[in-house]
Structure formats: structure tokens, C-alpha cells
């Protein structure tokens, strides 16, 4: 049942819902939220206090200082423990970037979407093919190069998710770093550069989605006929 939708859904999909999520994608692009000017807008500030610094005295006898302390009470102090403090976040947990996390939200349906629609079109150019002939193969190098081009667009698509991920991953190990490190500043530098950096690759990533809708489209259309009958139905008559 799907192989006989599957041509009516794709010649659907190419001719009405490629351009039509192409003009969504472009007013998207001009939307107040791609296009901030001022980038210290989208900065998220990390709620974590720098703690009191702690002090530490020198032993200069060889003693440890928690050895120190119970020889000079003559008993072991249960309630003592050396080292240094354990830092807790006050605020029980140290938020993402929410206008990122927005922005994430709504850019990565239009990723999946692209990735869907390219795979059924792509499908119905394969099951377009005819099978393995000498000569009379130049509608077949069309059909070829345009299966290609559509698996390059899904490939393209795909490495946005897992560049959205190692965004998330790179944060939360910076975000980590200030906690166990907080009273260094370039930590904190480094998560709005971060964050301003990624913010920069939506944007082209919305771009290049609206792009390749585009692309696909217009490569298509062109080709259309050739496409759909790669070989000429009168070549043998010539023979």
C-alpha cells in the first residue's frame, strides 16, 4: 500500500510542500528571535555564588592537621573531617539557557521534518530506477545524482542534531567547571561565548534548511521528466 502512495506523496511533497516550507523557513529567518543585535541579549547568567575562600594553616612539624588536632585533645574527634568543604548549589540545580532551550525547540522539528520528507522523496527516485541496460543511461545518471544529492541534504541534516547535543554536553562540562572552580572568571566567559557561538549556528542552520528546500526543489523540477522516465520508450524503435 505505502509503494503506491509513496509516488503520489513525493511528486506532493516537491511540488507544493517543498516550497511551501520554504517561505515558512524564510519568515522564520526574520523573526525577532534570529535576529538580535546585540548578542549579550541571549546571555543566561550562572546563579552560583563564589563561596568564602577557605583557609588553610601550614604544617610545618610533618604532622597532618587532622592528626595535629586529635593529638593536641589527647582523643580522636569524630565531628572532624580534613580537606576542604563540600560546595552545594543553593538553588538545587543550575538552569540551561532558556532562550537557547526555545530557540532549540523549535529548530529541531524543522531539522527532523527535512530529514522525513528528503527519505520518502528519495525512496520514490530509487523505486524509479530501471534496471541495469548498456546505453541509454543518461536519465538514470540524473536519477543517480539527485538520490545523492538527497542523501547528502539528510547526512547535513542529521550532523545539526548531533552538533545540538555536543552544545549541550560542552555546556554542562563547562557549567561543572565553574562549580568546582568558581571563583575562576574565564569559565564564565567561556559559557557566553559559548552560547553566542550557538546561537550563530541556528540561525545558519534555519538558513540552510530554508536552502536546501530550495535546492531540492528547483533541482527536481528541472528534471522532472527525466526523472520520472529515464529512458526514451522509442530508443529501440531507432535500431
Known sequence: LWFSLCPLLAEHLVASFFPKKLLELDQFLKEPILNVKDLKEIHSEIKFTVPEPILFTNSHDGVDNTKKRKLEDGVADESWQGGTKTLTVPEGMLKCNTKLVDLIERVKPEIRTLIEKCNTVKMWVQLL???????????????????????????????????????YITRAKLVSKIVKYPHVEDYRRTITE????????????VSEL?????ILHDMILKNIEKIKKPRNSNAEALY
Open 210 to 214: 530554508r536552502n536546501q528546500y530550495v
Open 129 to 167: 530506477i530501471p534496471r541495469i541496460e548498456d546505453g541509454n543511461n543518461f536519465g538514470v545518471s540524473i536519477q543517480e545524482e539527485t538520490v545523492a544529492e538527497l542523501r547528502t541534504v539528510e547526512s547535513e541534516a542529521a550532523s545539526y542534531l548531533d552538533q545540538i547535543s555536543r552544545y
Open 194 to 205: 559559548i552560547d553566542e557561538k550557538e546561537y550563530i549556528s541556528l540561525k545558519i542552520i
